[in-house]
């Protein structure tokens, strides 16, 4: 299995580190409602998982919630709410369009505000190993904002492919900063009147952005960790960022073997965002097309390759899930069958596809000439059994359920809401009532699973 390292821009064999594949994936700002951009990336590393585990790998897939930021503190005054009930609002949020999505929910989901000893601890070794200072200006007391000194790390910008002297003649100090370097990003940030703050050794105050990830990677994963992964817009300069600071802080390098980014999802000649508003949230693109759609949508472009969102795409995207629906219904004719699909070539050009770079356009390509073939031989009385186990099969590979479309959309709003009263009745210790609507359900053929995110549910074939 090759697979294009962000760092090098090259394909290279994967090779993990031990036994267990380690992914850290940068997860979301919940202030607003997740939207396709989101549901690109999450796809993509969900796919990217299940394909490890499918050639033999265990994963331990960790995917972080930056619960306090800016723009969540003034969202928050905005709306008259306290922040941390802002930032639960959309996570909680998240894990219903993820659901919807046919997500596998990562093994951990460590929160920023629930890391910050963590993260204390690594900004003091930084300190102390001289790659982080106090501001200057407030040094003399002990307190304030906390900066990374970029010029101590010789290679800073590998990722990015950046010329430190080049970015510093670009860039310029705001007033009361008290950088060394322009370029030089915070740490931790002293505390505002009206803000949340926590204690540390230098005062009242909240951690920077980038400090995060590294912490919580570090804390859940380890020193060096196998697969990084997000956006591409995080290249520059949160993950350059979280390079310098997790080999400053352990000295071992690389801090990440594989760095895989995805590209934008684009509406018009803009970026998807939702600091800029033009966004589809995921829950509207469910409700219209189908998770199966939005994932077919997402998968027939390469991961690298900047998708543009069009109407026009998801419903082509929705009538190739119904193919692939229909090629799993139905037998031979009549009479006894002739001769057995022979799916293997399907088989191996889905996976040879997927080795290349996690080439999913080729990996759907292969799904649908299978989809095709099925056809074909049920109208000349072959037998489809193993072709069409073949197909749901690679099908789960790429997460689609391939359930009936009017089955879907209509009965997931009913299926939670029982999850919900399920949870109520638990809480109130009504377990007679709560274990009585997961048996009605799994005589329905839905199974419910209990995970430490949630309730999760698929169906039984």
């Known amino acids: ?133 106090v501001a200057p200006a407030q040094a003399e007391s002990g307190h304030g904002d906390v900066y990374y000194r970029v010029k101590r790390k010789r290679d800073y910008g590998k990722l990015s492919r950046r010329n430190l002297e080049d970015m510093v003649a670009g860039a310029r100090v705001e007033p009361g900063e008290g ?38 990677s570090l804390k859940y994963l380890g020193e060096q960790i196998d697969i990084h992964g997000g956006g591409e817009d995080l290249i520059f300069p949160h993950h350059e960022n979280e390079i310098a600071q997790t080999e400053a802080f352990t000295g071992k390098e690389p801090f990440v073997r594989y760095w895989l980014h995805n590209a934008w999802v684009r509406m018009g000649e803009e970026k998807m965002s939702k600091s800029l508003g033009n966004f589809v949230p995921v829950r509207e693109a469910v409700r219209r097309w189908g998770a199966d759609a939005v994932r077919l949508f997402v998968l027939t472009s390469h991961y690298r390759s900047p998708l543009t969102y069009s109407e026009e795409a998801l419903d082509a995207a929705k009538r190739g899930a119904e193919r692939l629906r229909t090629s799993l219904s139905g037998a031979p004719q009549v009479g006894a069958a002739l001769a057995e699909l022979d799916a293997s070539p399907f088989r191996e050009r889905f996976i040879e596809a997927m080795d290349r770079d996690l080439n999913t356009p080729q990996a759907v390509a292969a799904l649908f000439d299978l989809a095709r073939e099925i056809n074909r031989a049920r109208d000349e009385n072959q037998a489809l059994e193993e072709a069409q186990t073949t197909l749901r099969e690679l099908a789960d590979l790429l997460g689609l359920t391939l359930a009936k479309e009017e089955e879907s959309l209509a009965a997931t709003p009913f299926i939670q809401l029982l999850i919900e009263l399920r949870k109520e009745l638990r809480q109130a210790k009504r377990y007679d009532l709560a274990d009585s609507i997961r048996s009605r359900l799994g005589e329905l053929g839905v199974a419910l699973e209990d995970t430490p995110q949630g309730t999760v549910w698929k169906r039984r074939d």
């Open 179 to 216: 950088k060394e370097n322009p370029m030089d990003f915070a740490l931790w940030k002293s505390a505002k009147a009206g803000e949340p703050a926590w204690d540390s050794p230098w005062g009242p105050g909240r951690p920077g952005w980038h400090i995060e990830c590294s912490a919580m």
């Open 1 to 133: 299995m090759k697979l294009v390292n962000t760092i090098t821009r090259q394909e290279e064999e994967f090779v993990p580190l031990g036994d267990t594949v380690s992914m850290y994936v940068c997860g979301v700002t919940p202030y607003d409602e997740n939207h396709i951009g989101h549901a690109m990336s999450y796809i993509v590393f969900d796919v990217l998982r299940r394909y490890l585990e499918y050639r033999g790998y265990r994963v331990r897939h960790v995917q972080n919630f930056t619960d306090i930021d800016d723009r969540i503190i003034a969202r928050a005054a905005r709306l008259g709410i306290d922040e941390a009930e802002l930032a639960q609002r959309y996570i909680d949020r998240y894990f219903e369009d993820m659901r919807a999505l046919n997500i596998l929910p990562a093994h951990e989901y460590p929160r920023a505000t629930q890391e910050i000893p963590e993260m204390i601890r690594m900004i003091e070794g930084l300190v102390e190993k001289g790659y982080a200072y």
